[in-house]
């Protein structure tokens, strides 16, 4: 049986994030009942420090002396999301600038995936170009195209090496 973060929980660790202001962005709860460890993912627009992720972890050891379910966490890891991680939030799109994207987005009632490149990002939308399509009857063109966040599904940082 999969573990279940307790729904008290959540305000607690979002709470010890903003105190070093910083967003929650996922959590996962792993192991088994008698060795539970918690991963914590968070995120700054500015990206996040290794100062902020070690004052978070602390602060939540502290409450864990309150706290029956987080005294029982054998351990509390607090890091960046890294780029295994999808981007849910705008403000962490524009970092991300000139980096190729998976996208999964809706476009005329299809679901689409694809790997486009980020060209610019703001609250409301990403403009992305696909990559050049070869053809015999044409010039090499680029797509260039806006993207409203109200269409994107998932967004994953694709590593070139």
Known sequence: MPLELPGDIRPILESACSAQHATLIDVVLRGTKERMILEL???TPAGI???????INRALLVEAESNAFLDAVRSIEVSSPGT???LIH????PRNIGRTL????TKEDA???ESLTLLEADEQKLIVQQPKKKSK???DEDTTFSLPYSEIHKAIVLISL
Request: proline share 4%; glycine share 0%.
């Open 49 to 55: 420090s290794l100062e902020q992720c070690e004052s």
């Open 41 to 43: 993912y968070v995120d």
């Open 102 to 105: 998976e996208l999964t987005y």
């Open 137 to 139: 009857n044409k010039a």
């Open 111 to 113: 679901r689409i995936t």
């Open 90 to 93: 705008w403000w962490q799109f």
């Open 84 to 86: 295994d991680r999808p």
